[in-house]
């Protein structure tokens, strides 16, 4: 049986990312998680809803020595490396902190891989490395110039980077393959959710949201008393800015499908895709849609554009059609909000 190793496996991603693969595989998975955003209660339920799949390794990835005995203990098969700091405007005010809890812990686990001769790497990217691309009438591709705008993207693309090039250094003596996946925006809870009951269930949590929907339906849900649209002027049709907003599980299926992508590719070394829909919804098309869903009505503020953030992101997600088996299952605007909605619902 197969072992692989999640780093960030308490968090959102990592999460759901790791229920999908505990339900749709055999595989037994070792959680990395230092519990600074992750959360505790994400791995209890997934550890009671499959019993004897999962250990959590409460490990901060700087700390070498105690990454370095976890390898030596155990032979993982792949690594799945989501631990990162992802805010794009703490970023702009923490720089440092970014480039070396995203760039410099990425490359001390993956010359850990290298040395103990992981045969998978799936990494956790962003369509932050992007930048604010222009005048693309097919989205985003692959293959768009890298000019991100905000530590955050640059913390990530560096990453991307130094793993590519970390490869073929060392002409990939190992053979090992790397996948990485540049994530659009991801909003909506786990669709396995049903008649949540307290510490039963998968969905965003959060200790200081900033991300848009997730902020819009705490207003709903009575948790924060108003919100704010960051910048009305942008270049777009309402003058906020637009973003492709996928579904959580969607996402955490990504991830599955790339896995599989690697096993079966022989010559080739790394692959890069994108994860989206292809389509753009704006902030205040959210925002409407998120009054119209829950029926609930809340104060919002229009304030000056936030530090760091792009226009617009859409991304072209023929790639990963193309060559792996991914199939999105939830891709509305409306079940993103329905499934977010009844989380944040249970959460109050
Ligand atoms: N926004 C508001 N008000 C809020 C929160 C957000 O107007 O209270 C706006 C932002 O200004 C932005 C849009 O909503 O225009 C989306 O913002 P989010 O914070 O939800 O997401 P970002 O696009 O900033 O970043 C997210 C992830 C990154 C990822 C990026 C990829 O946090 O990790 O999507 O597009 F890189």
Partial sequence: METILITGGCGYIGSHTALHFLKYTDKKIIIIDNLSSGFLENFNYLDK???????????????????????????????????????????????????????????????????YGVEKFIFSSTAAVYGEPKNLDNGITEDTNLM???????????????????LMDIQNKIGLKLGILRYFNVAGASMDNQ???????????????????????ECATKKREKMAIFGTNYPTKDGTCIRDYIHIDDLASAHLCVYDYLDSIENR???????????????K????????????????????????????????????????????????????????YEWECYLS
């Fill in 148 to 166: 991100p705008i905000n530590p955050y993207g640059a913390s990530k693309m560096m990453s991307e980077r130094i793993l590519i090039d970390g």
């Fill in 49 to 115: 809803k499959y019993p004897n799949r999962l250990i959590l390794e409460k490990i901060d990835l700087s700390d070498l020595v105690a990454l370095e005995a976890l390898f030596k203990k155990q032979k993982f098969d792949a690594l799945l490396h989501f631990a990162a700091a992802l805010s794009v405007e703490e970023s702009m005010h923490m720089p440092l902190w970014y480039y070396q809890n995203n760039t410099i812990n990425t490359t001390n686990i993956f010359k850990l891989c290298l040395k």
């Fill in 195 to 217: 008649n949540l009951t307290k510490n039963d269930g998968l969905g965003q949590r959060s200790k200081n949201a900033t991300h848009l929907i997730k902020v819009a339906l």
């Fill in 269 to 283: 070394e790394f692959e890069i895709f994108n994860v989206g829909y292809g389509c753009g919804h704006s902030v």
């Fill in 285 to 340: 098309e959210v925002i409407e849609n998120i009054k119209l869903i829950t029926k609930k009505d809340f104060c919002v503020e229009l304030k000056p554009p936030r530090l760091g953030d792009p226009a617009k992101l859409i991304g072209n997600v023929e790639k990963i059609f193309k060559k792996t088996k991914w199939k999105p299952k939830f891709n509305d605007l409306e079940t993103i909000i329905k499934s977010a």
